[in-house]
């Protein structure tokens, strides 16, 4: 099992917002930030948001991070097929002095 | 083009060691935090260990904790990652990261990932 908790799927159609969502607790998300990772079929991983909220240069604006307490979140709006991926969140752990992951979600577009 | 590029995987029986490069180009190595994470077969991400931008500081993964070693040459602009006593779940594509300039673990430079299996 992940430190962080996503869930496994999502999807949506064209055009549609989604969210997936991350949950931590008080000695990762609760005190660092969050990163999200955009991983496409056969791909390495691609950094999609930084720090909680930022956006890395090319990354388009549909795509946001929120946090709050220790619980994260990312959005994705106006959903493309070129979206359809695994998404990784990621914290610091001061317990475990050491990066978790969530497990991962599955994202598809209809 | 900023680039990461690992070598070194292949396959290994139980109990067997290997050692990983990862050769960093087109950017200042020397002043990045560096990380390896990996990823097995149809699994997720799980990170393994770090290095501070001078070789100074390290930590790794319980689960790899006493086994491998990460170290670097800023000489040579490249990132190393030594494992003994390899075990069948260290089966993973291994990637090399770079952390993002003032962060922890932003890691936004990616390797292409080299895969070992640990297999007899």
């Known amino acids: 099992q992940s430190v962080l908790t996503q869930p496994p799927s999502a999807s949506g159609t064209p055009g549609q917002r989604v969210t997936i969502s991350c949950s931590g607790s008080?000695?990762?998300?609760?005190?660092?930030?969050v990163n999200w990772y955009q991983q496409l079929p056969g791909t390495a991983p691609k950094l999609l948001i930084y720090?909680?909220?930022q956006r890395p240069s090319g990354v388009p604006d549909r795509f946001s991070g929120s946090k709050s307490g220790t619980s994260a979140s990312l959005a994705i709006s106006g959903l493309q097929s070129e979206d359809e991926a695994d998404y990784y969140c990621?914290?610091?752990?001061?317990?475990?002095?050491?990066?978790?992951f969530g497990g991962g979600t599955k994202l598809t577009v209809l | 083009e900023v680039q990461l590029v690992e070598s070194g995987g292949g396959l290994v029986q139980p109990g067997g060691s290997l050692r990983l490069s990862c050769a960093a180009s087109?950017?200042?190595?020397?002043?990045?935090?560096m990380h390896w994470v990996r990823q097995a077969p149809g699994k997720g991400l799980v990170w393994v260990s770090r290095?501070?931008?001078?070789?100074?500081?390290?930590s790794h993964a319980d689960s790899v904790k006493g086994r491998f070693t990460i170290s670097r040459d800023n000489a040579k602009n490249t990132l190393y990652l030594q494992m003994n006593s390899l075990r069948a779940e260290d089966t993973a594509v291994y990637y090399c990261?770079?952390?993002?300039?003032?962060?922890?673990?932003?890691?936004?430079?990616w390797g292409q990932g080299t895969m070992v299996t640990v297999s007899s």
């Open positions: 990621a914290a610091w752990d001061d317990s475990l002095n050491g990066v978790v």
């Open positions: 087109a950017f200042t190595f020397s002043s990045y935090w």
């Open positions: 720090t909680n909220n």
């Open positions: 290095m501070s931008s001078d070789g100074s500081t390290t």
């Open positions: 008080s000695s990762n998300i609760g005190s660092n930030t």
């Open positions: 990261v770079r952390a993002k300039t003032g962060t922890r673990n932003a890691f936004d430079i």
